[in-house]
């Protein structure tokens, strides 16, 4: 694979600044009582212990006091902070609550649907780190095992990513993911359509692979690395700007054909050689070079992927 900006450069290769946890304070009503309407974590297995209750969805549960959320009721566990601490939960409010492993909302998951009233599984308890309130009392069927419910004209909801370090695949929110990769391709900096032009290319690459993958490694399968085999995936590397790249231009995607646009792309265009000649690779130093020149998003796209169209 060539090696792209992420690769080349020190700085961005640690990632960026992890998104800051929302502050407990914000919790409206969290007063270690499991009342109706609450989603509660509890300390110990089989609901003892002490307990943390929430109305809202939480990203970051944050790891040290004053800020992080912490087990408020009486009983063991009382003060502490509830990431990775919490073994059992009970649902009582109206809606499906999906507790992630890690922060953000991504990673495996448990649901606990409205009244559920269990221990976490094996693979979370004492391994929680975010949780959301889905938009209804049952989740929409999503994708499991190695489908996607991804179409040339849908992006997938989630996407399989393969942890190289950790030897595990997570199954992630796309959207995260995309705005998790974007801060490790694009510098934050950069200008704001050379941002958009890599939230679309970071966002058709994942949804390509999504929809063409059939890698599997240890038997696991899986649609893209966290490295630059794919692209760069750092949970938690999420930045303003770049963020504001994707949620810009979510609606948009590179077609050919009538198809997903693979939309590859390298660090320059001496990185890429002369494959990026052939109207299937973006030069990324290339895309800041035009923006500063006052080049839209969608024109760099059209100057680098020949015959695609941009659709909405």
């Known amino acids: ?77 009382k003060g502490k902070c509830i990431k990775n601490e919490a073994a059992a939960a009970w649902n009582r409010s109206s809606k499906t609550v999906r507790v992630y492993f890690n922060s953000n909302y991504s990673g495996r998951y448990q649901d606990f649907k409205p009244g559920a009233k269990v221990n976490l599984s094996a693979a979370l308890k004492n391994q929680n780190a975010s949780h959301k309130f889905m938009s209804s009392g049952s989740p929409s069927p999503g994708p499991t095992g190695c489908k996607t419910d991804a179409t040339h004209s849908k992006p997938p909801t989630t996407i399989l990513v393969y942890r190289k370090k950790l030897n595990r695949v997570d199954r992630v929110n796309f959207k995260q993911y995309v705005k998790d990769v974007l801060p490790n391709e694009w510098y934050a900096s950069w200008p704001k359509e050379s941002l958009r032009a890599g939230a679309i290319a970071a966002k058709n690459h994942g949804w390509w692979w999504a929809l063409h ?65 052939n109207g299937e690779w973006m030069s990324q130093e290339g895309s800041r070079d035009l923006a500063r020149k006052g080049w839209s998003h969608t024109k760099i796209l059209n100057y680098y992927y020949k015959g695609i169209s941009i659709r909405k």
């Open 213 to 277: 993958s059939t890698r599997k490694e240890n038997g696991m399968c899986f649609d893209v690395y966290d490295s630059t085999y794919s692209q760069v995936y750092k949970p938690g590397s999420a930045k303003s700007a770049t963020s504001a790249a994707v949620n810009a231009t979510w609606g948009t995607r590179l077609t050919k054909g009538g198809k997903i646009f693979q939309a590859q792309y390298c660090q320059n265009t001496t990185a890429c050689r002369t494959w990026w000649r």
């Open 1 to 77: 694979m060539i090696s792209r900006l992420a690769a080349a450069s020190a700085a961005l290769a640690v990632g960026g600044v992890v998104l800051a946890a929302p502050s407990p304070a914000s919790a409206a009503g969290r007063d270690g009582v499991c009342q109706t309407g609450e989603f509660c974590y509890y300390f110990n297995s089989n609901h003892k212990g002490s307990v943390s209750d929430f109305t809202k969805s939480v990203a970051n549960y944050a790891t040290k006091q004053p800020e992080c959320y912490d087990f408020k009721g009486a009983g063991a566990g």
